[in-house]
């Protein structure tokens, strides 16, 4: 049976990957997108295609913005197969994959991750009961099926929390209040990237836009949170925090969390790519050269999967992949227009600094308390990681095989980072050095039906020549 | 306090199926995890260890616990299946046995 082989495997369609879709089928290229979701747009324009009046309304000019670039893709040529899992990547990267319950491979000569961002995980007590979702979680119901919850308290930090506080306000269902937990003092020390910021200043504005207009709708907002829990016998059921000096009962059923984001890690460690601690994003990042490629030959990374850095810059720095290897796999590529993408992407970056200090993670997320749940899947606590650690164990993969932490279905999606920061904090030593859980295949779940029928092609003794 | 359920902002083509034992109406277009939220089902399995009630969390994929059985299906995340006509969801209850 005959292997398909394409010039650029891509993995996932939202911005980046539609970006370098174009432009690597424009240059030349053979191309696959292999994208989980039935549409294009990733999460951040997902559903875009198909949103409808209200949803645009709602959502706004900015997630409309992305329907064009979904419509290039459509247009681009390039073989587009959605629903389908990337399961697996070789070194040689052979890409297995399944679709349609069936797995199948494709040799590429390059692959790109762009596969985005996870949320960052948030454990409180609590987390964990019906009702408590993700901020993100909220913004997908409304964008994938125009739902809203009534009597939503959102709690934590960030940019996203506020656009979703804005698309509910204009769907004329505000959220119940807003607990921002962002400690006292971060604003004092952000106020040192507000010039970079300002050159980038249209995210600003925007931003106060969002601002204005959730105060102006009546929400309630308290700031400098504390002491988070979500209260509740099976289902969540209010939220109790310190703020103001005071303590706080909240009563809700719709409890959404969040602490920004951070890069989705799943492929570039499955190919055991070397990784960074990035101290301002409070996140690891894969190690990328000028041209996106990782230290896994052959594997690149576009968007937030290689740091967080929106929608914008992950389109530019798809645009800047795909060019960079048409170029390298001589195809003819306009060196002037690689150069002014670069000067935009450049721009877009100069608003991150001030975002990151200004919404960190607050130390109450970073470091739960003892009988906080942090591995959803086994249902793992802060309190038993810490003892098997201060036991001996010296990172997150000793742990994983004592305690089964990251041994479920989410395979680290989720608890990951809470439980590499533990780890650090209760060595006294930087996530650096921790590091992370080792990521083995199948990235997600496969039928053993499935598995064994599949027909991989024999083990390739060449490699394809890049 | 019965929390209040979601409300739509918009209409879609109706799509039923079934949830233990009962009709959903659905919109198409969304997901099996989407349409339990719309209806007001917030645990869809009990998790494997504590047998907590588990919902919807992530609403992308990434965290699991939203796994449903669908068609005689477990373990399948709601919230990347897409509701069809006559769909058959059931909860899990803990970890799936595997039926010699």
Redesign the interface.
Known sequence: MNTEIVDLLIVGAGPAGMAAAVEAAKAGLSVAVLDEQPRPGGQIYRNVETAGATRDKVLGPEYVAGRSLADSFRQSGVRYMPGALVWNIGTDMMVDYSLGGHSSQIQAANVLAATGALERPVPMPGWTLPGVTTVGALQILLKSAGLVQPDAVLVGSGPLLWLVAQQMVAAGMPPKAIVENTPRGRVLEALKYVPRALRARSYLLKGLAMIRRVRRAGVPIYRHATALRVEGKDRAEALRFRAGGKLHRIESGNIALHQGVIPNQQITRLLRAEHFWDEAQKCFRPKLDDDGQSTAKGLYVAGDGGGITGAASAALEGRLVALGIAGRMGHPVAADRIARLRVVLARDAAVRPLLETLYAPAPEILSPADDVTICRCEEITAGTIRETVRLGAPGPNQVKSLLRTGMGPCQGRVCGLAVSCLIAETRKQSPQVTDYYRIRPPLKPLPLTELAAFEPAPDTPEVIEK | ????N?????Q?RVVTFSFEGQTVRA?E???VA??L??AGI???RN????G??????????????C?VEIDGVP?RQA??T?VQEGMFVRRQAGAVEVKA
């Open positions: 306090m019965a929390p209040s979601p409300r739509r902002i918009d879609g919109c277009g969304e997901s989407a349409a939220t719309a917030r645990d869809f998790s494997i260890v504590s907590q009630p588990r919902g919807i969390y992530c609403m992308m994929g990434a965290c699991f616990d796994l373990n919230c990347m897409e």
